[in-house]
């Protein structure tokens, strides 16, 4: 399931260096969760849990029906 997440974080990524940030994949658990890390502008922005979840959950969870969910780390 890694690089299914990997390929679809890649569909985002140019929305995301566009700002001047960039998302990492960490860890996909066993449960289903996908951690990502918000690096660049993206790290400290106010805007990035909603990045997160309207913009990066709402993408993986579309393609990607066994993932539960996505969580900051």
Do not use: F, W
Request: with cysteine; proline share 4%; net charge negative.
């Amino acid at each position: 399931m890694q690089e299914k997440v990997e390929a679809v974080l890649d569909k985002v990524r140019p929305m995301l260096q566009g700002d001047g940030g960039d998302v990492e994949l960490v860890e996909v658990t066993d449960s289903g969760i996908v951690k990502v890390r918000l690096t660049g502008a993206c790290k400290g922005c106010p805007m990035s849990q909603m990045t997160l979840k309207n913009g990066i959950e709402r993408i993986i969870l579309k393609e990607i029906p066994e993932v539960k969910g996505v969580e900051a780390v």
